[in-house]
């Protein structure tokens, strides 16, 4: 007989049922369409679950749910593992050719929608006739049990870019997810109390990290409508719905941290705690952000292989006094994680010294959908574990690690370059440029041109401002030496970005024109 799960180990879909029969009047979905309670919000996720299991899902089987942010969205999520599925969460505007290449590489069979002609417009757009429930059903009657979920299968399927252009399905399992949430939610204190804004892209895995702790303690997720609304235009919505936390795009966040500078204005009094990632922050913008009044950040590092957040850094602010304009450290590992910082040779490197972050523990994702031999290729064996069959990821990211053991990020493994005989580190030149007061998202990149390797930045201004790309070849020249100042500046109106906040490399516009600085035309607006 198996040992009764810690409550830290109980599926997260099984504690936001209990959470629901003990709290089922309490708010569970802010959002424009309305507001559910825990009880409605679990009825319509049973009636979900009825659906799809007369449609044979079950244990293994991937759910597409592709919607929009809201309440439906939560309604299908909570529904597929109600069933015992796996949700593949996928963007809705995603292009027909990418929406029927994940259904392929998944097999899967079954989707949620919100009624009929969602359902027809899938159809259409896939070219798969799948079988579907719809959310805006209630189980009032014969109600069903949630699914037994095991520890150890499937919890979602979500797609990450992969080199080949070919996106890689990254498979989390119900162990992980649970783990992490129980950390996650103990890390920012999170009560029944609290009013957690929902502002991920919904196809994006910070969107589960918003929502699932939220709802295992009780508390409320705050949807908003439009994720590409300014800071100061986001400002208004956190104060009418009283967000006491906020998950924060690392760009966007900074946005707000240098607006809030130069205009300054008092901020949400609800909001006690931000957390930042998806990219690499800069300790100028915390001194900012407190300067003006901001509550406590955390910046949080992982990836959809380490199941979203693997570690974690306390910004406090009496810490940066006397600290330079650096990139914010990683931090430490969250419990349950282990961080190996490793030369080629896969030994540890010494406190001080440059290495390879590899990731291992509960935090591992099961490894690429149906994907035995990628999967073999990047989660390989842990050789500093003796537990059977542990493994560890190889991020790509290069690290040293402090004597207290903070990680303290340095670039990518491939983003190290030689120029004129320095090996530069583009995260050194990103620094350098963010420094500007005029600047509020750069870039660097290495590229080749007439055969000689250059560095590029791609610099974002910050609304309503002009920045001239000779005066900032000037800042740079006064202030780093002439091997970090880039070849090239290209001034866009802003950087493109995913809807999780990655930059989107192919939209980068060719940084070699006759002109020295570029003004690219506006780019599309992001999901």
């Given amino acids: 007989m198996s040992a009764p799960l810690s409550p830290d180990d109980i599926p997260v879909p099984l504690r936001i049922a209990r959470q629901a029969a003990l709290t089922p009047d309490a708010t569970a979905v802010s959002a424009s369409e309305g507001e559910l ?18 449609a044979g899902a079950g244990p293994e089987d991937t759910v597409l749910v592709g919607m ?11 529904g597929v593992w109600y069933a015992g599925a796996a949700p593949m969460l996928v963007d809705p505007a995603a292009p027909e ?28 757009r896939s070219g798969e006739e799948l079988f579907w429930a719809g959310t805006r059903g209630d189980a009032e009657s014969a109600v069903p049990e949630p699914a037994a979920v095991a520890p150890g ?20 399992g119900h162990a992980g997810l649970a783990r992490q949430t129980a950390v996650l939610a103990e890390r920012y204190g999170l009560t029944a109390a609290d009013r957690v804004l929902q502002f991920a892209a919904p196809a994006f895995d910070v969107a589960l990290e918003e929502a699932l702790p939220t709802w295992c303690t009780g508390g409320t997720a705050v949807f908003v409508d439009d994720n590409v609304v300014s800071p100061a235009e986001l400002e208004p919505f956190l104060t009418e719905r009283a967000v006491t936390l906020v998950n924060l ?85 969250l419990p349950g994680v282990r961080a190996y910082v490793l030369d080629e040779a896969l030994a540890r490197t010494a406190d001080g010294e440059a290495g390879e972050l590899y990731l291992a523990g509960s935090c591992l994702a099961r ?35 402090a004597p207290d ?24 030149v990103e620094t350098a440029v963010a420094a500007h007061p005029d600047v509020v998202d750069v870039v660097a990149r290495a590229v080749r041109h007439r055969g000689e390797p250059q560095v590029v930045a791609y610099v974002a201004a910050v609304p309503e401002r002009l920045l001239d790309g000779g005066e ?11 091997h970090l100042v880039p070849a090239r500046l290209c001034v866009l109106p802003r950087l493109p970005r995913t809807p999780g906040g990655k930059l989107d490399v192919r939209a980068l516009p060719d940084p070699f024109p006759p002109e020295a600085v570029v003004v690219a035309q506006p780019l599309p607006e992001p999901v």
């Fill in 153 to 172: 299968s499937l919890a979602y399927v979500l797609f990450t870019s992969g080199s080949t252009g070919m996106p890689k399905p990254v498979a989390v």
């Fill in 37 to 54: 309670t825990y009880r409605r919000l679990d009825r319509r996720a049973r009636a979900v679950a009825g659906e799809l299991r007369a």
């Fill in 472 to 482: 900032l070849r000037r800042h740079l020249a006064a202030r780093v030496p002439a």
């Fill in 405 to 428: 053991g903070t990680l303290r990020f340095l670039g990518r493994t491939d983003d190290q370059v030689k120029i004129r005989g320095h090996r530069v580190e583009l995260k050194e």
């Fill in 97 to 124: 050719e990418r929406l029927r290449a994940l259904l392929a590489a998944t097999g899967t069979r079954h989707a949620v929608v919100t009624g009929h002609a969602a359902a027809a417009a899938l159809h259409r």
């Fill in 68 to 78: 929009g942010r809201g309440a439906d969205w939560a309604v299908a999520v909570l």
């Fill in 249 to 333: 795009p690392t760009p966007y966040w900074t946005q707000w941290a240098k607006d809030v500078e130069r205009r300054p204005r008092p901020l949400p009094p609800t909001l006690r705690h931000v957390v930042i990632g998806s990219d690499a922050g800069r300790t100028a913008d915390l001194i900012r952000w407190y300067a003006a009044g901001g509550p406590p950040v955390t910046s949080a590092y992982g990836l959809t292989e380490s199941t979203i957040t693997a570690t974690c850094h306390e910004a406090r602010a009496e810490a940066l006094a006397d600290t330079a304009d650096e990139v914010i450290p990683l931090g430490v590992p």
């Fill in 367 to 401: 490894g690429y959908h149906d994907r035995p031999a990628l999967t073999a290729e990047r989660f390989v064996a842990d050789p500093f574990d003796a537990g059977p069959g542990e493994r560890m990821y190889r991020t790509g990211d290069r690290v040293r690690r």
